[in-house]
């Protein structure tokens, strides 16, 4: 049983070194409203909702909130049926008027802790949990409703039926070399030197993949897409990043330039929810090399559902803790799967990456069943904060072993960043924290 | 120079009658996150963010947060360019991440009450201080980044001045017959016979125009859609609204039964950012009477984009508190105009049509110049709520003429409803309020 729920508002003064960067964040503080449910029986069921500073207070509100409703309620009933507590959240019948947003990942931060407690209980990672369930009761996790004109219930569990005989011999190939990873070595505040010694210390660690931050000035933009692509060399891949800087003629004008440099995708080049104008770049550029990428800030399955059904992306950003939790991001994973688009989860963050294993794992064993086309994004700092911290060998990452996601905080490290009474933020310039701290260059 | 914000959590127990009831909001609670600013000059900034009970205290903990930035702010510096606190908190670096629902929501309660004051300083109505504004200055308070692709700034400055001639005319034919108004009448929870005697109620008042929730049982909803055209005769309008209960399929199944009524318009008939599948109906349906209708909870002017840009919607419903406020929904309005695509506001709630006129006065006098098309929303419960309550005359609204929104609240209407510690709340079984009041019937 549920015995009590403890909600933190975490945030790390990451604006100090602007890692994390990007042409809209320009000062992220790397924050994350943290979830801890204690049981009867003594466990920990832990989530994070990933936020850059501000606004953590907001997500913290709204998990508190629906809290309430899982309180004295019992594990084994969540582990029965996980789409009682979905719908109980997502569909609460007043709740539901605010949307996507906080309220999405408010009740997404309860129901990943309630699939962590569960995955405790068996003593088993959190992908381990996924890849043994069957595939009628990973059908009856998801809300089709929005979604089955993309994928019916019925073809999601005949997909994942006729996987069945192979996960055995993938789960243990994907053990213990996980999925592999790729990072960001080119973020917007750092020099070329700055990105050149990242690029070399993550290919001494196996790395072939890179990604680097665009999207102000394309002259210098270009610039250090050919500086990333001299330093890596032609065969590693290279990916760029907008963060939904541009607007549709404006994308159209920047990647017109980038088409000889040998890119495999275009990230988030257009804001979050305009599929058509997703659709409309897919088709202008559909002889180029690359292809587009996006899906960390899709608000929901149904966004997905579009950008994967029309063809308008070539790879599926899920993101851990956008949508509401396991359940909404099985349903995207199973209609990538479909579409033939390769899942390249989105990471980074506070233990994103930590999260983000367990579903390249279940995907790469459970539901495209190969390891071919993904990449799963690894960033390496942070840590420090955690008792499991995420491990990369070869330019892949080791699969988890820790029971449930593996997210357990070093209480010094809660002690100290808790805002706003930790040591990290009782002495800090007020302007430099909260909702007060506004970047000196807004964006036009 | 603003001195202070104060937000109250104002709900009344609307469940009790199941007035507004649909498909998914079962047991609504209208409510309101109810935002006063107060100047050094001795006015009162109004505005207030519609929800359905249980999370008003979520956007309530939004507008606090947000309201810190404006604390100390010159109403004439905001009077200058709107555009710079649209910027500010929209875009602020870190909150931005908090994406659309309660965060858009939030920043549209600080504008709106920024609005209102800027109004009442000059003694107009919200409507008349919109029709005076200068076309250049209307285009510089809209965020065109994401947009242009469908509106350019220069062809909304064009659409406006070509307007201009035409304004004084208009103005004084809208005045003070205001904007055509139309009613639900057949709300989920009533009887035929309540459904009848509204309908009769409102044909006394003038109205011709009249709306049916619809959605989950496809015999019975056929049922009511005949018993509604045979009691208004085949040359009133009747629009049907089934709040996005329906899958894509679902749908289309339903609709192919309504094609005989001589409908206006579907409402939300699948989900408010499923754009392609709006699309997908508008094919299906090219042929039929009706046009679709959707807007009330479209999460922003990008969502609007696409079904205005696509020919997807054939009615543009806006809403006064769902997307950031004024600017947004002057961008939306530009973009309907471009398109030929009718403005019909969603009203009702606490107080939203006590908004919404201004936007049909603005949009019929200064947009698109004419009242052929429009329909506003009208809803007459709850207005005993305010000082100057909506009023509407054969069948119209009646111009409004106080300053500002007019959206000033009664005391004792406050103090009663306050949650949780009005009147009305404190002595109220605990499991009917708040996140524990969960509808009997979940949806499936």
């Known amino acids: 049983m549920i015995t009590s729920a403890d909600v933190i508002d975490l945030r790390v003064p990451t604006s100090d070194q602007l890692l994390g960067s990007d042409p809209f964040h320009k000062q992220p503080d790397y924050s994350s409203a943290v979830l801890h449910l204690e049981t009867d029986a003594g466990l920990r069921g832990v989530s994070v909702v990933f936020t850059v500073g501000a606004g953590t207070d907001w997500v913290c509100h709204g998990i508190r909130d629906l809290c309430q409703l899982i309180i004295g309620s019992d594990l084994q009933d969540f582990a029965a049926a996980p789409i009682d507590l979905y719908r109980r959240l997502i569909d609460h019948h007043q709740l539901r008027w605010l949307h996507d947003g906080v309220f999405r990942m408010a009740a997404g931060a309860v129901l990943n802790a309630m699939w962590d407690l ?124 907008a963060n939904q800087y541009w607007g549709l003629g404006e994308a159209k004008r920047h990647i017109e330039r980038y088409r000889p440099y040998g890119l495999k995708w275009i990230e988030e080049p257009i804001a979050r ?53 396991v359940n909404d991001v099985m349903a995207i994973i199973l209609m990538a799967a479909k579409f033939g688009v390769p899942v390249c989860p989105h990471g980074g963050g506070i233990a994103l990456c930590n999260m983000i294993q367990h579903y390249g794992m279940w995907d790469q064993i459970a539901v495209a069943g190969h390891s071919d086309t993904q990449l799963v994004e690894y960033i390496d700092f942070l840590q420090e904060a955690v008792e499991h911290p995420v491990m990369t060998r070869d330019g892949c990452y080791v699969t988890p072993t820790a029971a449930g996601w593996g997210l357990e905080f070093l209480p010094t490290f809660i002690d100290q960043h808790r805002f706003p009474d930790g040591e990290v933020w009782k002495t800090r310039d007020p302007t430099r924290k909260g909702v007060a701290f506004e970047a000196v260059v807004a964006p036009k």
Chains 1, 2 share one sequence.
């Not at 949990?129 to 998801?142: R, W």
């Not at 550029?285 to 059904?309: R, T, W």
């Open 118 to 241: 569960w995955a405790k209980s068996l003593d088993k990672p959190l992908w381990k949990l996924l890849v043994d369930l069957e595939p009628e009761f990973v059908a009856d996790c998801i809300d089709w409703r929005n979604i089955r004109d993309a994928l019916s219930r019925d073809e999601a569990v005949a997909m994942l039926r006729a996987r069945r005989s192979d996960v055995a011999r993938r789960e243990s190939e994907m053990n213990p070399r996980g999925p592999k990873a790729y990072c960001t070595a080119g973020w917007l505040g750092l020099s070329d030197d700055q990105i050149l010694a990242t690029i070399r210390k993550l290919q001494t660690q196996g790395f072939d993949s890179f990604k680097l931050k665009v999207g102000q000035d394309s002259d210098r933009d270009v610039q250090r897409i050919r500086f990333m692509r001299d330093a890596i060399g032609p065969s590693c891949n290279l990916m760029v990043d």
């Open 273 to 325: 929810d305009d599929v058509l104008g997703y659709v409309e770049l897919a088709e202008t550029f559909a002889d180029a090399d690359f292809g587009f990428a996006c899906g960390e800030q899709a608000a929901s399955p149904v966004i997905f559902k579009q950008l994967l059904k029309s063809g308008a992306i070539k790879y599926c950003q899920i993101d851990a803790v956008r949508v509401a939790g």
